[in-house]
């Protein structure tokens, strides 16, 4: 989605490339929890913020320096990236049934790129005002990737809370079936999600 702000009287859509959101491959690995304790399901999710460096007192020399510092994703430059690491461990509990995922467990790694700008205290009015509503918006963008990825890793859990076979052999097969399954659907709702969106927001201030 494009930044149209209709009080602006001189507005330069100067964006080479739109402010791309992508999310990085996760790495889906399997691992066995240590045995012992009652059984459980457990989310532990880690998210954090980092910066780069954007300098200009214009739009046009803030669109540059979005385009050359951006991070990279695919071969396409973005404005604010969020990536993530899934791991997913379970004890296998012997039945006489079969086997079971026992202390299911989903551990999430969030982090998400944006970009600060430098002389944001000393630059004119309408700049700020027009640089703070397009962080604003992308934000929003990435919060939205970031809820995704919790979206996924409580699917992942329950999925896994929910698995049954007639032996552990067999359950460690359709455990990671079911992660692969799941993570097609994730690469499919990110760029879906993107697709929708546009991209996230394009900067386009006002030179004045």
């Not at 490339?17 to 880690?46: D, I, M, N, W, Y």
Request: glycine share 8%.
């Amino acid at each position: 989605m494009s930044l149209r702000l209709s009080n602006r009287v001189r507005y330069l859509p100067l964006v080479v490339c739109l402010a791309a959101t992508a999310c990085s491959r996760a790495a889906l690995v399997e691992g066995t929890a240590p045995a012992g304790g009652p059984a459980h399901r457990a989310l532990q999710v880690e998210m954090r913020e980092r910066f780069y460096a954007v300098s200009g007192q214009s739009a046009s020399a803030l669109n540059l320096a979005l385009l050359q510092a951006g991070p990279r994703s695919g071969g396409r430059v973005a404005h604010a990236l969020t990536e993530w690491r899934v791991r997913w461990s379970y004890v296998p509990l012997r039945r006489s049934s079969g086997c079971a995922c026992g202390n299911p467990s989903v551990e999430l790694e969030i982090v998400t790129t944006l970009p600060r700008w430098r002389e944001l205290g000393q630059a004119p009015d309408a700049l700020v005002e027009d640089w703070t509503l397009y962080m604003s918006r992308l934000r929003a963008h990435e919060t939205g990737h970031q809820s995704l990825v919790l979206t996924h890793g409580s699917e992942l859990l329950v999925a896994l809370a929910e698995l049954e076979a007639t032996d552990c052999d067999v359950l460690r097969e359709e455990a990671e079936r079911a992660a692969a399954l799941l993570w097609w659907r994730f690469e499919k709702g990110h760029r879906s999600y993107d697709l929708a969106s546009d991209y996230g927001t394009s900067f386009a201030g006002s030179d004045r």
